[in-house]
T-cell receptor, first 115, second 113 residues
Framework: NAGVMQNPRHLVRRRGQEARLRCSPM?????VYWYRQLPEEGLKFMVY????????ESGMPKERFSAEFPKEGPSILRIQQVVRGDSAAYFC?????????????FGAGTRLSVL | DQQVKQNSPSLSVQEGRISILNCDYT??????FLWYKKYPAEGPTFLIS?????DKNEDGRFTVFLNKSAKHLSLHIVPSQPGDSAVYFC????????????FGTGTRLTIIP
């Protein structure tokens, strides 16, 4: 029973390039969450998605960031025109159901470095 | 505005003794609390949770205590083992319908053999 899979594990981009981070939830999970962890800080919520729907994007920066969770395939977090301040660890989590406070299970993260 | 606070960035405990990690929160609308453990270069791993209608939840060596009036929770690990050395994050969820976790900044626990 594979856990939450994120790839790539490490991603290096130059300023102005695009970054695409992928997340495959645990089998049977239809809820996906993205969090960002800056150095020496806790994880900060970015966006919550269900299949083909964005449920809550209150933590997403207003520009350059977007997320999707298509009917088929992994969830994608896309960062356009990256800047140095985007360097962080990006974690994806998934849960079975939003009811009854289902536990969110995390992937190993993608570490983005912007040169 | 840090709504979930872990005021001790680090903690060292002798192997076999009790480790107590603390967490405070400011928003009384939080109604479910979780502890996650994180090793370097890995994602957070769920440890234990507690609903706001309870004041204690136990799972093996791990016990979480919740004091709603003080807006304080703590994680007790006993006995502490070397494999417990990690960063521990406290997290909270608002009322039903809002699923985002609000995390504290973490406490690095080191178990001394």
């Amino acid at each position: 029973n594979a856990g939450v899979m994120q790839n790539p594990r490490h991603l290096v981009r130059r300023r102005g390039q695009e970054a695409r981070l992928r997340c495959s939830p645990m089998k049977g999970h239809s809820h996906v969450y993205w969090y960002r962890q800056l150095p020496e800080e806790g994880l900060k919520f970015m966006v919550y998605l269900q299949k083909e729907n964005i449920i809550d994007e209150s933590g997403m920066p207003k520009e350059r960031f977007s997320a999707e969770f298509p009917k088929e395939g992994p969830s994608i977090l896309r960062i356009q025109q990256v800047v140095r301040g985007d360097s962080a660890a990006y974690f994806c989590a998934s849960s079975f159901d939003r009811l009854a406070k289902n536990i969110q299970y995390f992937g190993a993260g993608t570490r983005l470095s912007v040169l | 505005d840090q709504q979930v606070k872990q005021n001790s960035p680090s903690l060292s405990v002798q192997e076999g003794r009790i480790s107590i990690l603390n967490c405070d929160y400011t928003n009384s609308m939080f109604d479910y609390f979780l502890w996650y453990k994180k090793y370097p270069a890995e994602g957070p791993t769920f440890l234990i949770s507690i609903s706001s209608i309870k004041d204690k939840n136990e799972d093996g060596r791990f016990t979480v205590f919740l004091n709603k009036s003080a807006k304080h929770l703590s994680l007790h690990i006993v006995p502490s083992q070397p494999g417990d050395s990690a960063v521990y994050f406290c997290a909270a969820i608002f009322n039903f319908g809002n699923e985002k976790l609000t995390f504290g900044t973490g406490t690095r626990l080191t178990i001394i053999p």
